[in-house]
């Protein structure tokens, strides 16, 4: 059977990537591995330094870049955010299949790269409510939150691309975006798990079974 495949999620800050990563993690704990990602924005409260982000200066990060450490990076929102290759291959060395949570320059970087992942999209149901969940989510000032909310404007436009994401997934209700998740990546879990089961099986108690291909 062959290994499974790197998933790359992007979407809107504030579509509930993280959310949904967390649980994903924590139902299939040996199953996936997150890539830690690079950043020079500050940490947010309950953000550990190792786990959520590495969080490094701007000249560190800039070094590590010259010196090709990086297999993608980007400047979102008035930091740099990137993907180390050593975080992909720590992932990898485990026999993991590795998560990366980037923004939609990543995944254009990423095209060009021979990672060969599953690319899905979280989206919110709309841009009001995107900008009520990141409100709620205190962790934005004003000036951060509508850079934010401009680049969700433009990102959901770009995600529109024929071929640029193999599942969207909108996610009104957590629980039927969790399930399409799921769904989603069962193909993977299951190479994963090395067990010889069909994905019916896999999620027999799961009420959620549509797939969005795109
Ligand atoms: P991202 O990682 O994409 O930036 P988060 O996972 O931090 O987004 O989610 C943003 C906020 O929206 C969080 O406060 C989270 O609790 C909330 N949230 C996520 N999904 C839902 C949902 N389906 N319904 C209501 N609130 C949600
Ligand atoms: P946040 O500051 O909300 O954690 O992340 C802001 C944006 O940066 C999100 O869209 C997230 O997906 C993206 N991001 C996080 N890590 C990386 C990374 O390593 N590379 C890229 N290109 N984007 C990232």
Redesign the pocket.
């Known amino acids: 059977m062959a290994a499974p495949r790197p998933v790359v999620i992007s979407?809107?800050?504030?579509?509930?990537?993280?959310?949904?990563?967390?649980k994903l993690m924590k139902e299939y704990k040996d199953v996936f591995g997150f890539s830690v990602s690079h950043t020079t924005r500050s940490p947010r409260p309950g953000e550990e330094n190792g786990k959520d982000y590495h969080f490094v200066t701007r000249d560190t990060m800039k070094s590590a870049i010259d010196n090709g450490e990086f297999l993608e990076h980007a400047e979102f929102s008035g930091n740099m955010y990137g993907t180390s290759k050593a975080a992909v291959q720590d992932i990898q060395a485990k026999n993991r299949i590795c998560i990366l949570?980037i923004d939609m320059q990543g995944v254009k970087n990423i095209k060009g790269t021979d990672l060969n992942p599953i690319y899905v999209s979280?989206q919110p149901p709309s841009i009001s409510?995107l900008e009520t969940?990141?409100r709620?989510?205190r962790?934005e000032s004003e000036e951060s939150l509508q850079q934010r909310l401009h680049a969700a404007q433009k990102d959901l436009e770009i995600s529109k691309e024929p071929g640029l994401f193999d599942v969207i997934i909108v996610?009104?209700?957590?629980e039927g975006?969790y399930g399409q998740l799921k769904d989603a990546l069962c193909e993977e879990i299951t190479k994963a798990k090395k067990v010889d089961s069909s994905c019916p099986e896999l999620f027999a108690d799961s009420p959620f079974k549509t797939h969005i291909r795109v």
């Open positions: 979407g809107p800050s504030g579509a509930g990537k993280s959310m949904l990563l967390n949570d979280i409510v969940r990141l709620d989510r962790t996610n009104d209700n957590l975006a």
